[in-house]
Every structure is written in structure tokens, then in C-alpha cells.
């Protein structure tokens, strides 16, 4: 049974010195301190140690097919996205990363699929890139879950998100930047707390502003299984309900209509949990992902949902059909 794998990050091996070329920021670089590890420095801060795996790709083909699964959909470590940046600087960024795994995907196309990353904080840049990424042979983009603090029902993303529904490119949202990092530091909250609040953040505020509602073409798949917004959702119709003056401001519908309209990764590390993510979002809208190759994620690539006893068509639709729908592609390609 063909198995993708939809949520991966990677990086390049060698990094340009962005800090260094811009002359500000604290732009991302790579300290190869030994082989096969790096330190991630957020300029002179030491961010994230990590392994070849996040930049070779055959070790990651090998590593993946312990675990039966063919191919990876690619995208950059959100630590990467830099919206703080001025647009233009964020832009060369960006088309550096898109390169790069454009290249990887074209290389490896049975093993490979690559999302983009876009300089959010200007929307012309945005849709102009989001355009040369579907050019470059990359099948979506993956966002933050906010951009610099904004949420994704603010006016100057609907644009980008019309354009990505034009051109037929995937949306991929990813949490980053937590509500409430500073004051929750301790015991890595930020990670356990602030990632599936954001998530939910984003799909509340794609709900409420009525972006699935004005793009029913727009296909968008959220991670960590939509973190907190699928085990929340009788309380965010409840709201809806009982203070309509409040949240049904920019949106009549029930945000309960939109279950079934987006996608979902499994990443829940619970068999009861994902049992009721299937039953909420919908047997075809939960598809494989891991979060590969950092330590919060799945690494041993869906062996929990294995243990499940799901039927065949089910595991079917987890493991690539969910997938190749969100992303507009055919089973074929990978045969
Ligand atoms: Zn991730």
C-alpha cells in the first residue's frame, strides 16, 4: 500500500549568512560542529541542534522505508519563514528554500513533494512567488498559523489565498511563533500548550472570517490533527450559539457546517484521539504525517494507527488517497 507521508521538514545543508548580506536580524544559519549534526543559531542564539536527516535526502528515503513509506511531502522548518523580515530580504529567503526543494522533489519525484514558503508580510511578493512555486514544479505552500501577530482572517492574506484556490496550490498551515511564548517557557509549553492553541487560532480565524465560506476550492490541511480546534469544537459552536454578536460578526455559518471541508495529519500520538479526529473531520480528511524528523513528531511514522485494527479502505485513505486529493495529484505518479 502506497504510503506519504504529508508533514516533513527539511533544510538545506549549507545556509547563505543572511544576517551577515541583509547587515540585520537574526536570520537562521547553520553551525556544522561535527559531521552530520548542526547547531540551528537564530543569529548569535543557539536555536535547535539537528541531524543529517533534516538536510540529506537519501538517508531520509532509507530511514523512511523502515517504516514502509515511500515518499515525504517536504516543507521548511517554520523557524525558516523570517515574516519579521523586510519583504524583499524575505523573498530571496524564500525563493532559496523553494529552490531547494524544487530541486529535491524534481530529483526524487517518486519520493519527493515540496511545499513553498511565501513572504507573508506583503501580498503582492506573496501571490508573485506563490506563482513562480508552481512554476518551479512545488505543489502548495505551508504558512504560519499567524503572520507577525496577525491572524489569517485579516484582509491582505485573502488575496493569497484566492490565488493559491486560482492556481490550485495546496495550503499547509503550521504552528509557530506561540501565543504566550514569553510568559510559559518553562517545561516547553510553548510546544505542548501555545502549538495546538495556535492551530486552533488558525482554523477559527479561516472559519469566522469566512475564508472557506468566500474559497470552497481552496484546499487547506492544518497540523497536529488541527491541535485544539476538533476536541473544542462543541464549545466554539456553543460560543457561535449563545454570542453570535460576538463571533458570527463576519460569518453566518456554523463553524460546525465546515467539518469535512479541510484536512487534517494524524499526528496525535493517541489511537482514541485520532478515532474521533476520523469521526469529526471525516474519514477523508485525515491523512499521514509525522512532523519527521524532530522529537515531538511521529517517527515511527504511523506504527500507532497500525495497531488501530482500521479497515483496509480506511488505512488507504490515511495513508495516500486523503493526501493525493489535498494535494491535486494522481496515485499514479508514485506507482
Ligand atoms: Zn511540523
Redesign the pocket.
Known amino acids: 500500500m502506497l504510503r506519504i507521508d504529508m508533514?516533513t521538514?527539511i533544510i538545506p545543508e549549507k545556509l547563505p549568512r543572511f544576517a551577515e548580506k541583509f547587515g540585520y536580524g537574526d536570520f537562521i544559519h547553520l553551525d556544522h560542529h561535527r559531521p552530520g549534526r548542526a547547531n540551528m543559531m537564530k543569529g548569535g542564539q543557539f536555536f535547535r541542534e539537528i541531524c543529517s536527516n533534516c538536510w540529506d535526502p537519501q538517508e531520509r528515503i532509507e530511514e523512511y522505508a523502515q517504516y514502509h513509506t515511500q515518499a515525504q511531502v517536504v516543507c521548511t522548518i517554520?523557524v525558516m519563514f523570517s515574516y519579521w523580515a523586510k519583504p524583499q530580504d524575505c523573498l530571496e529567503l524564500s525563493r532559496f528554500l523553494n529552490d531547494h526543494i524544487a530541486q529535491l522533489a524534481a530529483e526524487y519525484p517518486r519520493h519527493y513533494i515540496g511545499l513553498g514558503t511565501l513572504p507573508m508580510q506583503d501580498t503582492g511578493l506573496a501571490i508573485k512567488e506563490l506563482q513562480r512555486c508552481r512554476e518551479i514544479g512545488l505543489v502548495g505552500i505551508q504558512i504560519g498559523s499567524n503572520i507577525n501577530d496577525r491572524n489569517l482572517s485579516e484582509p491582505e492574506f485573502f488575496p493569497i489565498f484566492e490565488a493559491c484556490q486560482e492556481l490550485g496550490m495546496a495550503l499547509f498551515v503550521?504552528p509557530w511563533e506561540m501565543m504566550g511564548f514569553d510568559s510559559m517557557r518553562k517545561y516547553w509549553l510553548p510546544w505542548l500548550v501555545g502549538m495546538p492553541a495556535e492551530t486552533s487560532r488558525a482554523i477559527c480565524s479561516m472559519i469566522f472570517g469566512g475564508v472557506f465560506e468566500r474559497l470552497p476550492g481552496l484546499r487547506t490541511c492544518f497540523?497536529h490533527a488541527g491541535g485544539a480546534f476538533l476536541p473544542t469544537i462543541g464549545r466554539i459552536e456553543h460560543g457561535y450559539n449563545c454570542r453570535p454578536d460576538l463571533v458570527a460578526v463576519d460569518n453566518a455559518v456554523n463553524p460546525r457546517y465546515y467539518l469535512g471541508k479541510f484536512w487534517v495529519d494524524c499526528i496525535t500520538h493517541d489511537a482514541r484521539l485520532l478515532q474521533y479526529v476520523l469521526e469529526t473531520a471525516g474519514e477523508g480528511r485525515v491523512c499521514l504525517g509525522s512532523?519527521y524528523p524532530?522529537p515531538l513528531?511521529d517517527l515511527e511514522i504511523g506504527a500507532f494507527i497500525e495497531a488501530m485494527g482500521l479497515p483496509e479502505c480506511t488505512l488507504e485513505r490515511i495513508y495516500s488517497a486523503n493526501t493525493l486529493e489535498w494535494l491535486g495529484l494522481e496515485k499514479e505518479s508514485f506507482m
Request: hydrophobic share 25%.
Open positions: 508533514h521538514h517554520p503550521h497540523a512532523d524532530f513528531g
